[in-house]
């Protein structure tokens, strides 16, 4: 997987491909699923879920740039995969799910494997942790509409965002980063992510 699917699609980031390379993927698939874990296309997980393709998740990690003493607040924690390779990256990681089963489920696992810089929160992963911003970094791992100003705002200086912003079935991961009272948004590449419910994403 890291080699066919993922550096040689242009990720080089050596401390993401470690984290990939030792978070063990089929942790977080369905049984049924778990023959394709290292396939490089996303897999249903439950409530109308997925967990995103490896190269993919690769990606937007990259894109990221998380650093060690990094604060990171994800949006959507899904399996928990994405946030597991976070977890390997950063001091501390913050992870938003609003579907209590699947929170859960994944941070059954992410104790299982021993992360232990992990805190899980209910709740409209859209509006954020007003009260634990600001963050170093911000994924999002599901499509808006727009990128979320309440977010954007919940950024340091010097911060960054990547999320998928578009439509109901083609989307782009925009880059974010935040220099003062200003922000700088750059697309990067078509993707296709399932809906971020909320306030600011599309409704409850």
């Not at 976070?86 to 913050?94: G, I, M, N, S």
């Not at 791992?141 to 954007?152: F, K």
């Not at 989307?171 to 809906?195: D, H, M, N, Y």
Request: hydrophobic share 45%.
């Amino acid at each position: 997987m890291i080699e066919q699917d993922i550096r040689r699609r242009g990720v080089r980031d050596p401390r993401v491909l470690d984290a990939m390379a030792i978070i063990p993927r089929e942790r977080f698939v369905p049984p049924a699923q778990r023959a394709f874990a290292y396939e490089d296309h996303a897999l249903p997980i439950d409530f109308g879920q997925t967990i995103s393709q490896p190269f993919i998740v690769a990606y937007m990690t990259e894109r990221l740039a998380v650093k060690p003493d990094a604060k990171v607040l994800e949006i959507g924690t899904g399996s928990g995969y994405q946030t597991a390779v976070l977890a390997r990256l950063a001091r501390t990681v913050h992870s938003v799910e609003r579907i209590d089963a699947l929170r859960e489920r994944a941070a059954q696992t992410i104790a299982e494997l021993q992360l232990t810089n992990v805190v899980f929160h209910p709740g409209d992963g859209s509006l954020g942790l007003p009260a634990f911003a600001p963050f170093d970094r911000i994924m999002v791992t599901a499509a808006a509409p727009r990128v979320p100003p309440t977010l954007v705002e919940q950024l340091a200086d010097g911060g960054r965002l990547v999320v998928p912003v578009g439509g109901d079935t083609e989307q782009t991961i925009v880059e974010v980063v935040r220099k003062g009272s200003r922000t700088i948004e750059t697309p990067k590449l078509a993707c296709r992510f399932v809906k971020l419910i909320g306030q600011e994403g599309w409704g409850g």
